[in-house]
């Protein structure tokens, strides 16, 4: 048996992640940079991408860049890939947590709405990981994929048939990634997170009624923080998950564990 590494299991190579100037996306940059990882902070909204990876460099002390990226435009991400790569020396972790609700049940859909959601939900994160392959393959060993999901990617919802096809189709394309990109050394997996306390869905939980319906049915009997999702994430993308790839975690506090 071989044994564990002996020093960080946290790579040194740095982080692009989308969505980073809020929530998930933005827990997920703290704790890579909480490991010691530079991070490339992605986000249509640039301002808070900037914040994000401000908050970086002065809480962690770690090399941080923004990037004002449009995930569904391949321009805008060939522009991000090139001022990240000369900004950072080396590319081992990609997260892609840009995305978006769209609420909008079967009876009321219209192909815009449709795409609005596929388009960054799951596109984004296959034209993403592919602008920045070659990256990631010169950062190996070591270098991984985290897409975040949903719950909604395995159960179902329906006022969001789009969001429930995007993040199923998140779990389709971790595992074809997986597939591929295993020969590289490259590790793709998925994080499905439950209920989580962020912008997305502050409109739902500033209901009481709807937070407490949340919370009766997660075991736990809340939430989650950011965070909570982040550090999973951390985890996919460090050394301790070598071996882990193709997968879906599902951080829930047991919500789809029981009716
Ligand atoms: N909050 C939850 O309860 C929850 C649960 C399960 C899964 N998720 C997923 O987690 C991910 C992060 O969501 P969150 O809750 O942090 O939401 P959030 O709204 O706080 O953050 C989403 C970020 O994505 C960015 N974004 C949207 N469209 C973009 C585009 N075209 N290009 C680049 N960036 C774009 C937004 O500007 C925002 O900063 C999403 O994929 C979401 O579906 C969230």
């Known amino acids: 048996m071989s044994q564990p590494p002996p020093s960080s299991v946290h ?34 909204n640039g301002d808070g991408a900037e914040e994000t990876a401000a908050r970086c460099r002065d809480d962690y002390g770690v090399e ?14 060939a522009a991000a890939t090139d001022a990240t790569t000369q900004a950072l020396p080396t590319i081992g972790g990609v997260v892609h947590a840009a995305g978006v609700a769209g609420p909008m049940p079967l009876d009321f859909l219209d192909e815009e709405s449709w795409d609005a ?30 897409g975040i999901a949903s719950v909604e990617a395995i159960i179902g919802n ?48 500033a209901v009481p009624q709807a937070r407490d319906n949340i919370e009766k049915r997660v075991p ?22 070598r071996y882990v790839s193709g997968a879906a975690i599902v ?3 047991g919500m789809t564990a029981v009716l």
Not at 18 to 26: K, L
Not at 37 to 43: M, S
């Open 11 to 44: 790579p040194t190579t740095g982080v692009v992640v989308t969505g980073a100037g809020s929530g998930i996306g933005r827990a997920t940059c703290f704790a890579v940079a909480e490991a010691g990882r530079p991070v490339a902070a992605w986000d249509i």
């Open 117 to 146: 959601v596929l388009d960054v939900n799951l596109r984004g994160e296959a034209f993403v990981v592919r602008a920045l392959l070659p990256a990631l393959k010169a950062a190996n060993p070591g270098s991984a994929v985290v």
């Open 158 to 205: 329906g006022m969001v048939p789009a969001y429930c096809s995007s993040k199923s189709g998140v779990l389709g394309l971790t595992r074809s990634m997986a597939h591929r990109l295993g020969v590289d050394g490259i590790r793709c997996n998925a994080v499905c997170p439950g209920a989580v306390d962020t912008p997305m869905l502050a409109p739902l939980l």
């Open 220 to 241: 736990l009997g809340r939430v989650a923080d950011p965070m909570e999702i982040a550090t999973v994430v951390r985890f996919l993308l460090s050394d301790d998950a």
């Open 64 to 77: 941080a860049i923004a990037c004002s990226v449009d995930v569904r435009d391949a321009a805008s991400i």
């Open 251 to 253: 951080v829930d506090g």
